[in-house]
């Protein structure tokens, strides 16, 4: 029994990474924009200086193909108070001056300074700037231009530090199923946000007593986290940084959806009916998991 379900999921795993040509050319786009921002606002040289990798890439969960990165370049204190000085939105003022500064070097780059972020929009992918000041223990203020505009306090390194150390805990589970639902999110176009994603799966393998199994398990973890999301339908999720997000119901009817083909592709693979269980996996991951794996 089950004689597929290993196979399946590891190439499943394995597909659904990011290649090292994309992780390349990723970071060689951050390096060229961090080095603008490093002449422009700290007079020096320096591809990786003040730069922090954040979202999927920066906690390692990001899937292909990419479609986006975001990094952190992180300004002196004295730019703060510049800009704090402002009247108006002075959020977006700065959003506005990091924009025209990266726009300077790539003039028919598509740009956009919005939210918290720049946008630049490069042909393979875009990369997400992020202008942060360091306060300290890892916190950073960033912007927020919304409502007239605020400074926001974050802490990358304690989301990344309760994922890892999930991961860690769990048999190395929770980033691969973190992309998986990734995967599914996408290619069944479900309104949940990466980050609302990664805690989901971290909060579910707190308690899930197959947190710790292999991959020839995974058929069954698959089906008992939708299950699990299923039941948190306007409910509150804890984030990694310890903040608390309203999950809404708008994705119910496909988390539902999915929850029940995942169901009838366990049956599947208990007797090894190996093309119909890869033929109900299909319906929730697409074609990234095999039919019939090689």
Not at 181 to 196: F, G, P, Q, T
Request: hydrophobic fraction near 35%; include cysteine; aromatic fraction near 14%.
């Amino acid at each position: 029994m089950w004689i597929a379900v290993t196979k399946r999921f590891s190439n499943f795993n394995s597909s659904i990474k990011l290649s090292q040509e994309s992780k390349d050319d990723g970071l060689g786009k951050c390096r060229r924009i961090t080095k603008i921002l490093n002449k422009e606002y700290w007079e020096k040289e320096g591809e990786d200086d003040n730069r922090l990798m954040v979202g999927s890439w920066g906690k390692n969960t990001a899937i292909r193909p990419p479609y986006d990165v975001d990094m952190f370049f992180v300004l002196p204190a004295e730019d703060y108070y510049r800009f704090d000085a402002y009247t108006g939105n002075k959020q977006s003022a700065l959003l506005q001056e990091v924009k025209e500064v990266i726009q300077a070097t790539f003039p028919q780059t598509d740009m956009r300074g919005d939210g918290q972020v720049v946008q630049v929009k490069f042909n393979s992918l875009m990369i997400e700037v992020v202008p942060a000041f360091a306060i300290d223990n890892g916190t950073y203020f960033i912007c927020d231009t919304n409502d007239g505009g605020k400074w926001q306090t974050v802490n990358p390194a304690r989301e990344l530090e309760t994922l890892a150390n999930s991961d860690r805990d769990h048999a190395y589970n929770t980033r691969r199923v973190a992309r998986m639902m990734k995967i599914w999110r996408d290619y069944c176009n479900v309104d949940l946000a990466s980050y609302v994603l990664e805690a989901l799966v971290v909060r579910f393998f707190e308690t899930y007593e197959h947190a710790d199994k292999s991959l020839f398990w995974y058929d069954w973890i698959c089906r008992d986290f939708l299950g699990h999301l299923c039941g948190k339908a306007n409910q509150y999720v804890q984030t990694l940084d310890g903040g608390w997000h309203a999950l809404g119901d708008a994705w119910k009817s496909r988390a539902e959806s999915a929850w029940s083909r995942a169901i009838k592709a366990c049956d599947y693979e208990t007797v090894d009916r190996v093309a119909d269980a890869g033929t109900e996996w299909q319906k929730i991951f697409g074609s990234y998991i095999e039919v019939t794996p090689a």
